[in-house]
């Protein structure tokens, strides 16, 4: 079973009907995906997913609003966090760890700080803290008017040959699902996403009692070169946290997870197995 | 085999007769350690030592003027890795990676720029850049003041329970060897390289260069509370490299490697084979 081939499911909670996809091993705490600003489970790259799912349940899930699941994209990073909460109890999972990437590492550290009991180690990729520094709306129309086959080329990779080479492979990778793709995010996901993120972002004065609320073990993982959220941005969540472990990867945007999709799978497995 | 089991060999070279052990697997590329401030290969952690072994050749040594090597120990980081090259080419291996830690760390990076075509991959722990930022000296006169059982256990570890309790273990394993220790060092190696460190520090302007010239992938650990070299000499390595990881610890000091072993021969492995 693999990211491309898992079939949708679907489960009905708090009004929401949430659609997620499930895989991996049968044993060992389950890792709980958490996608990154307009993405949906297809936007995920199968050898992220797929090379987890070889030592762990892996779920990945669509947020209200977002994809084939029912209800609004909320415009804040905590309300997002309930929906996310919402689906997570529904599954009703004894215990989980959480990987965030980007906007889902917002949210997990949201979710860290509010639910400690059941989280039990969180992967935060590619984020900002609460009052960090973000560049999103200008790197994002920075890269659309490069006209790139694919937006990401330019937003998560760095302009260097083995980088963009990277990219290709990482998105040829994720169409290579052919039946039950999510649709494209729309407006109605982009324009509260980034209203959360942008707010997320100003809450300047409350960054460090945020990040010393989290109790669970946490890795950090960032790209040298991210122009959306730089790099500065995780070794201060690092210093702030009490038990937090950083990584960073060299010549890497704001995709570095997707770029060196089996190192970061080595490192996830070092961390969540440790 | 283990590091404290493995008999001392002798190999004399460039008119001095350096001491050192080899151990681990036959096969991969061979890791050669160099050591901290004062360090002989007794100061080393079997449990990293060992662990990497299990996976590749490792050599461990005494410098010139260092333990049972005789010699002079030099003044200057640039002579100590003169004469750490003149030892590793009279093992005539085609190929090494280098681990460095503290002072070794410095001795690797010029390693590393002088020698490409022999060095394969570099590993440096716990060290400053050419230029950076030091404390030596008063964290040294700190430490002695405490009245600790071992020095190491307020210069290597955080003052946390569990930071020291892994400074007790560390010190335990390391005293394991019974046979053929190395003599500890005293005034005549402290004093030079306590020069040699400070000096190397103070050389700001030549910093980003020097870094940019390591064309070697390199992975730089450190821990979160190094007081001797501060965890932000890492980060300012990592930007300005041009092939670097890099991978912080949690609630560690100076000898993070030696706080978390498991962990850290597994990121080495990670690194290494990658």
């Not at 060992?28 to 797929?50: C, I, K």
Request: overall charge negative.
């Amino acid at each position: 079973m693999s990211l491309e081939t898992t079939r949708t499911e679907f489960i009905e909670a708090g009004g929401i009907r949430f659609a997620f996809r499930r895989l991996g091993v049968a044993t060992g705490t389950p890792v709980v995906l958490l996608q990154h600003f307009t993405g949906n489970m297809d936007s995920w790259d199968p050898a992220v997913v797929n090379g987890l799912s070889e030592t762990r349940p892996v779920i990945v899930f669509n947020n209200a609003g977002v994809g084939t699941t029912t209800g609004v994209t909320p415009d804040s990073v905590e309300q997002m966090s309930a929906d996310a909460e919402t689906f997570i109890k529904a599954l009703g999972l004894p215990e989980i760890d959480l990987l965030g990437f980007s906007l889902g590492g917002m949210l997990a550290q949201v979710l860290a700080t509010r639910n400690r009991g059941r989280i039990r180690k969180i992967v935060v990729v590619g984020a900002a803290p609460l009052g960090g520094e973000e560049h999103l709306l200008s790197v994002v129309e920075n890269a659309f008017s490069r006209g790139a086959a694919d937006i990401r080329l330019p937003l998560f990779f760095t302009p260097t040959e083995a980088s963009q080479r990277a990219g290709r492979e990482f998105i040829a990778r994720a169409l290579m699902r052919s039946k039950d793709r999510d649709p494209e995010s729309g407006e109605s996901v982009s324009g509260p996403q980034a209203k959360a993120i942008i707010e997320w972002c100003a809450r300047k004065d409350e960054s460090a009692d945020m990040l010393r609320m989290i109790d669970q073990p946490t890795l950090i993982v960032h790209g040298s070169d991210d122009t959306m959220f730089p790099s500065i941005n995780a070794y201060a969540m690092f210093k702030a946290m009490k038990d937090a472990q950083l990584i960073l990867y060299p010549d890497s945007g704001h995709g570095a997870l997707f770029q060196y999709p089996q190192l970061f799978v080595a490192h996830c497995r070092t961390f969540l197995d440790g």
